[in-house]
């Protein structure tokens, strides 16, 4: 059986280390990973292979994680970063599981935070919503859960308000087709959008008048 002759920090990459077996370069690892050898270890060729297979799937974790720093992420939106890294299916499966019990990957919660954000930035009606979480793959009673509670006439309102001020020289036929247009969009129906269009053209009006 090979032996475990040195264990050196890589240049580079200090968050891998080299494996020497027998004195010559053997593989690489994370030095989560290495810190368990010793040197004189003897290393059988299906532990070798045990270590090779942790430390890809110790890749893809800490690549997950940089890719969660981000933003959160819905489940299938990790799989299908990693399906286009070219993850086999068997380590996809360890890491969204290892993040399930590490709870850095929770649908639910994704879909709340996807809602909250929307709501502070970007107002959506609850139709936008849903079709936007279904693309991250979120499944509908989840959807359904964290769309519950909007408010869609306080959300529409907002999001006309934002909108008022780049609407503000247009004549009234033309600002209530852009804002009718631009509510729409966002997922708002028609009834909704035309009362803030309403509110809106008001509201700009009598600021004038002042």
């Known amino acids: 059986m090979p032996q475990v002759t040195a264990i050196k ?3 580079r990459r200090r968050d891998r280390a080299n494996i020497y077996l027998d004195g010559e370069y053997a593989f690489s690892l994370q030095k989560v990973l290495a810190i368990q050898l010793a040197l004189g270890q003897m290393l059988t060729p299906q532990e070798i292979a045990t270590l090779q297979a942790q430390d890809v799937a110790e890749r893809a974790y ?11 992420r819905s489940e299938q939106e990790v799989q ?3 399906e286009r890294k070219s ?7 360890q890491v969204l599981q290892r993040l399930k019990r590490a709870r850095l990957l929770d649908d639910a919660a994704f879909a709340e935070f996807w809602v909250e954000n929307r709501e502070a930035f970007r107002p959506r009606g609850a139709w ?3 079709g936007e979480l279904r693309q991250k793959g979120v499944a509908s ?16 309102m907002r999001a006309g308000e934002q909108a008022t001020r780049r609407y503000a020289r247009l004549d009234r036929e033309t600002f209530f087709r852009r804002m ?3 509510l729409q969009r966002r997922g708002f129906g028609y009834g ?10 008001a509201q700009l009006q009598a600021d004038i008048d002042e």
């Open 180 to 182: 009718l247009g631009y």
């Open 128 to 130: 936008a919503l849903r």
């Open 141 to 156: 009673e989840v959807i359904e859960d964290a769309v519950s509670d909007l408010d869609e006439e306080a959300s529409a």
């Open 87 to 93: 993850v086999e299916p068997d380590v996809i499966a």
């Open 9 to 11: 920090a890589q240049q």
């Open 80 to 82: 299908r970063y990693l």
């Open 62 to 72: 800490e690549r997950t994680l940089r890719y969660l720093t981000y933003r959160p």
């Open 192 to 201: 909704i959008s035309r009362q803030v269009a309403e509110h809106c053209w």
